[in-house]
């Protein structure tokens, strides 16, 4: 592991060996839907509560990953996982059966890239054999603790996005086709931003300045990356994503994409500023990403997933909405490490 500024570059230890995504009624109508590995119509997914149901989908990844990769729960050292219900309660009641041990995880909306990231720094040091990396988001349970309860019909602000249903699960070991070569861990930043309803404005501001280091520590430029991705800005801030980047004199250009607006097809299905959730990035990423890596369509990629790091505690008291992006490289290209 070689450290460069607050960037972590891996010399080839950690590795995604196999993904899986489950997604929802919505997410399976939209563009990416052949890439899920299961859709689930049901919002209760079978169970008696939408928080139930978001666990069901924990639970379903976790086993389909784990077929993928030929391992049982108990050839996992290590579990990390989260997702956006107060004290993570969806993850908690899924790892629970599994018995493996677990280090629960809260980055909000950037919690696959959080987990991602420690899971990789757990394989390279040889700490885990094999990691295993669970997210999730629901849009009925984000709905009932954040915003306004469904029954309410409330009208959503052109800014708004839609919370994704689905779980992404990723087993990491030493061998698998795709690389994770660096992670830059992000810093909260707080632009004052106190809408609940323009998640994207409040987050873009710290994909920018994870993006910013990331570039100035690893000596990469953007043109080093067939993809850039941000984990669930929608087209308010991803705008403001490539706004920012071009004035500090690293333009991003085409390659740079957001999953909430590859999940959705925005205007048809009617998602206004396109899709958020811890989800999000999970199912993009586990589904669509990875299978166009290991076919050979693209071969490195920057996924900063982002995060609103609120509670419902911090929005009743009217507090700003501090965001976070963690960083993590993928590689595809076969290389040993940093270059």
């Not at 590859?262 to 299905?269: A, G, I, K, P, S």
């Amino acid at each position: 592991m070689i450290q460069k500024g607050k960037t972590l570059l891996l010399e080839g230890g950690a590795a995604i060996v196999q993904s899986a995504a489950v997604a929802g009624k919505k997410e399976g109508e939209g563009p990416l839907a052949d890439t899920f590995d299961r859709i689930v119509r049901d919002p209760y997914a079978g169970q008696k509560s939408w928080e139930k149901a978001e666990s069901e989908l924990q639970k379903q990844a976790v086993t389909l990953a784990l077929q993928k990769a030929g391992l049982e729960p108990g050839q996992i050292d290590l579990m990390l996982s989260g997702d956006l219900i107060n004290q993570c309660t969806p993850s908690c009641y899924a790892a629970a059966p599994l018995g493996i041990p677990m280090l629960g995880l809260f980055g909000a909306c950037s919690t696959a890239a959080e987990s991602l990231a420690l899971g990789a720094l757990l394989v390279e040091s040889g700490a885990a054999k094999h990691a295993l990396c669970l997210t999730s988001s629901h849009f009925c349970t984000a709905e009932r603790q954040f915003r306004t309860p469904l029954a309410y019909g409330g009208q959503r602000s052109p800014t708004a996005q839609w919370t994704v249903t689905g779980a992404g699960a990723f087993v990491l070991g030493r061998e698998g086709a795709v690389k994770i070569k660096g992670v830059c861990v992000g810093r909260p930043v707080d632009m004052g931003i106190r809408d609940v309803s323009n998640m994207g404005a409040a987050m873009a501001p710290a994909a920018c300045d994870t993006f910013a280091r990331f570039f100035q520590d690893s000596g990469k430029t953007p043109a080093d990356f067939d993809l850039i991705l941000t984990g669930d800005l929608g087209s308010v801030g991803h705008r403001i994503v490539l706004e920012q980047m071009r004035a500090q004199g690293i333009p991003l250009g085409d390659r740079y994409q957001d999953c909430g607006l590859l999940v959705y097809d925005v205007e048809r299905q009617d998602m206004h500023a396109g899709g958020s959730g811890c989800g999000c990035s999970a199912v993009v990423l586990a589904g669509h990403v990875l299978r166009s890596m290991r076919e050979g369509r693209c071969s490195n990629v920057l996924l900063a997933g982002t995060g609103a790091l609120m509670s419902p505690m911090s929005l009743q008291q009217g507090d700003a909405i501090v965001g976070i992006a963690h960083l993590v490289w993928l590689s595809a290209d076969g290389g040993a490490g940093p270059s």
